[in-house]
C-alpha cells in the first residue's frame, strides 16, 4: 500500500472556536483514527502549534539564516497532519473526506514520491 499526507489546513488570525464545537471535532477525529488504526491503514497523525511558533531555517550565502515565525504569511496554515496508508487515491480521498467532514476545514491528500 501507497502512503499518504494528509494535511488539515485552518484559517489565520481567528480565535478558538466554539468549546462546544471543538470538542465535537475533536471526538470524530478521535473515531477517525480509531478506524484507520483498525483498518491498519494508521502510520502518524498530530496536530501543530500555530505558526508563530515556527522557525525557519533558510540558506544563504554559505551560511544558514535563522528567523522566527511562519515561512510565508497566509490566510490559512498547517494545523496538522495525518500519514496513512492505502492501497490507491481513491482509498486516500475517502479518508480525507471523512477529516474535512469532520472539521470543517481544508484538506489536502497528497502521495509520497518513491512508492509504486
Same mark, same amino acid.
Given at each position: 500500500?501507497?502512503?499518504?499526507?494528509?494535511?488539515?489546513?485552518?484559517?489565520?488570525?481567528?480565535?478558538?472556536?466554539?468549546?462546544?464545537?471543538?470538542?465535537?471535532?475533536?471526538?470524530?477525529?478521535?473515531?477517525?483514527?480509531?478506524?484507520?488504526?483498525?483498518?491498519?491503514?494508521?502510520? +502518524?497523525?498530530? @496536530?501543530?502549534?500555530?505558526?508563530?511558533?515556527? #522557525?525557519? &531555517? $533558510?540558506?544563504? %550565502?554559505? !551560511?544558514?539564516?535563522?528567523?522566527?515565525?511562519? +515561512?510565508?504569511? @497566509?490566510?490559512?496554515?498547517?494545523?496538522?497532519? #495525518?500519514? &496513512? $496508508?492505502?492501497? %490507491?487515491? !481513491?482509498?486516500?480521498?475517502?479518508?480525507?473526506?471523512?477529516?474535512?467532514?469532520?472539521?470543517?476545514?481544508?484538506?489536502?491528500?497528497?502521495?509520497?514520491?518513491?512508492?509504486?
Amino acid at each position: 500500500m501507497k502512503q499518504y499526507l494528509v494535511s488539515i489546513y485552518q484559517p489565520g488570525g481567528e480565535g478558538m472556536p466554539d468549546p462546544e464545537f471543538l470538542a465535537g471535532v475533536m471526538r470524530e477525529l478521535g473515531a477517525i483514527r480509531e478506524e484507520l488504526e483498525a483498518s491498519g491503514c494508521w502510520v +502518524f497523525g498530530q @496536530g501543530l502549534h500555530a505558526p508563530d511558533t515556527a #522557525t525557519v &531555517l $533558510r540558506p544563504k %550565502d554559505g !551560511d544558514v539564516l535563522v528567523t522566527d515565525g511562519p +515561512f510565508v504569511e @497566509g490566510k490559512e496554515h498547517l494545523g496538522g497532519v #495525518t500519514i &496513512l $496508508r492505502a492501497p %490507491d487515491l !481513491d482509498a486516500a480521498l475517502a479518508w480525507g473526506r471523512r477529516y474535512a467532514l469532520a472539521t470543517t476545514l481544508p484538506i489536502e491528500v497528497r502521495p509520497f514520491q518513491g512508492e509504486s
